[in-house]
C-alpha cells in the first residue's frame, strides 16, 4: 500500500507545528561539509530529523540532520543540514525524496541545492564553485511508481531543471564578489566508490562536468512539485584519474570545510539578491 501521502502529511504537520506561525518560501539543501551555512541563519528554529515523524535519518559522517529555519539574507528559510543519500541503502527513492515533498506542503517554492562535488572537466580547480546548468542522471529516477497526482504530471519536462534567470544572477554576483563560478553539467551517480578513472572519461565524453552522488533525485522530485530549483556545486577534489592522489571521504570533507565561510558568503548573498525581483 503505499503510505506515501500520508507519511508526508504527518511530517509537514509536525513541522509545521514548530514553525510557530512562519511560512519560508525558501528551501536550502547543505551538501557535504556545507553545513555550516545553517549557522549563519538568524532567529533560528532547529528541528532534528529525528523528531519527525515518518522521517528518515542522516547516517553520513559529517552530515547532521536537522531542518533549520530563520533569516538569511533578510529572507525567511529553511534548511536542510544533513540530507540522505541512496548509497546510504536505508531508504528507497520514494523515501529519499520526501523531504522535498515536504517542503512543497509547508509551502515552499524555490529549492537551492548545495553539494560537493568532483571535476571532470580539467578545466575545473578544487576551490571553485559550479553553478549547475543541467544534470546526467544515473541513479534509478525518484518518480518512478504510482504517480502522485497532487504534486505534479505523470511525465515531468526537464528542459529547464534549473531556473536560467537565477543561473545568470548567480554568475553576476560571483563576478561581483571575485568568486571563480563555472556553469555547468552535474552527474549525479550513486556511489559509495568514487569512479575510475576511466569511468571519469566517460562521463566527461558524456558531458559531466562535475560528478557527485546526491542532489539530482531531490531536483527531479522539486520540479515534479513545482518548485524552482537553482543548484550550487563545490569542486571538492579533481575527479579520479584527474587527481594527483587517491580521492578520499577526509578529502573531500577538508576542502568543503576550508571553503565554507566563502561559499556561505555567497550563499547568503545569492539569496537575499535573487529573489528581489520575484
Ligand atoms: N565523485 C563522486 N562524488 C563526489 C566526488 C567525486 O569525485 N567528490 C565529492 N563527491
Excluded: W
Aim: charged fraction near 20%; hydrophobic fraction near 40%.
Amino acid at each position: 500500500m503505499d503510505d506515501r501521502t500520508e507519511r508526508i502529511a504527518k511530517a509537514a504537520e509536525f513541522i509545521t507545528g514548530r514553525l510557530a506561525g512562519r511560512s519560508p518560501k525558501v528551501a536550502i539543501i547543505l551538501g557535504s561539509g556545507l553545513g555550516n551555512l545553517a549557522e549563519m541563519i538568524e532567529d533560528r528554529i532547529t528541528i532534528p530529523y529525528s523528531e519527525i515523524p515518518c522521517f528518515p535519518v542522516s547516517t553520513v559522517i559529517g552530515h547532521k540532520g536537522n531542518f533549520i529555519s530563520g533569516l538569511l539574507g533578510g529572507r525567511q528559510v529553511i534548511a536542510m543540514q544533513g540530507r540522505f543519500h541512496y548509497y546510504e541503502g536505508y531508504y528507497d527513492m520514494a523515501t529519499l525524496t520526501l523531504p522535498v515533498r515536504v517542503l512543497r506542503k509547508l509551502g515552499v517554492e524555490y529549492l537551492f541545492v548545495s553539494n560537493a562535488a568532483g571535476a571532470a572537466n580539467p578545466e575545473y580547480h578544487v576551490g571553485d564553485m559550479v553553478i549547475i546548468k543541467d544534470h546526467i542522471n544515473l541513479m534509478p529516477n525518484p518518480l518512478i511508481g504510482p504517480n502522485m497526482e497532487e504534486f505534479g504530471p505523470r511525465f515531468p519536462d526537464m528542459t529547464c531543471a534549473y531556473d536560467l534567470s537565477l543561473q545568470d544572477k548567480a554568475l553576476e554576483i560571483a563576478g561581483k564578489l571575485g568568486l571563480k563560478l563555472h556553469r555547468g553539467v552535474y552527474l549525479g551517480s550513486s556511489g559509495p566508490t568514487y569512479e575510475t578513472p576511466a569511468e571519469v572519461r566517460m562521463l566527461a565524453t558524456l558531458g559531466a562536468d562535475a560528478v557527485g552522488m546526491s542532489t539530482v533525485p531531490e531536483v527531479i522530485a522539486a520540479k515534479h512539485a513545482g518548485i524552482e530549483v537553482s543548484g550550487i556545486s563545490f569542486i571538492s577534489n579533481k575527479a579520479a584519474g584527474l587527481s594527483a592522489n587517491p580521492l578520499s571521504h577526509e578529502e573531500v570533507s577538508e576542502n568543503a570545510a576550508k571553503a565554507e565561510k566563502l561559499f556561505s558568503a555567497f550563499m547568503k548573498r545569492f539569496i537575499s539578491l535573487v529573489l528581489e525581483d520575484k
